[in-house]
Nanobody, 121 residues
Framework: VQLQASGGGLVQAGGALRLSCAAS????????MGWFRQDPGKERDFVAA????????YYGDSVKGRFTISRDSAENTVYLQMNSLKPEDTAVYYC???????????????WGLGTQVTVSS
């Protein structure tokens, strides 16, 4: 599976962005699609994940209540709606695929190129 993330940009604090991740290739119901983010020199942090089949969602503590992950099975695309953005949300955002529910980046087997999100204060 190849993944292509898009939708990043520059936004003011309090604003919103929607990231998209288009997947080429088959995504099975047992797979999990996730979003991670990374600042330069830091580890890649878990943001959100969704079970492709059930649609169950999982979030990192710092984004709960502000971000929403969703998927469109027909379009083979996963989304990350980001509301009430804060300067600390600034990072490169990556989408990825895992074979099962996972919160650690090391357990994800396919990665897309990142998309930069910058939130100005």
């Amino acid at each position: 599976v190849q993944l292509q993330a898009s939708g990043g940009g520059l936004v003011q604090a309090g604003g919103a962005l929607r990231l998209s991740c288009a997947a080429s290739g088959r995504i099975y119901s047992s797979h999990v699609m996730g979003w991670f983010r990374q600042d330069p020199g830091k580890e890649r942090d878990f943001v959100a994940a969704i079970r492709w089949g059930r649609g169950s969602t999982y979030y990192g503590d710092s984004v709960k209540g502000r971000f929403t992950i969703s998927r469109d099975s027909a379009e083979n695309t996963v989304y990350l709606q980001m509301n009430s953005l804060k300067p600390e949300d600034t990072a490169v955002y990556y989408c990825a695929r895992a074979n099962g529910l996972a919160y650690a980046a090391a357990e994800y087997v396919s990665w897309g190129l990142g998309t930069q999100v910058t939130v100005s204060s």
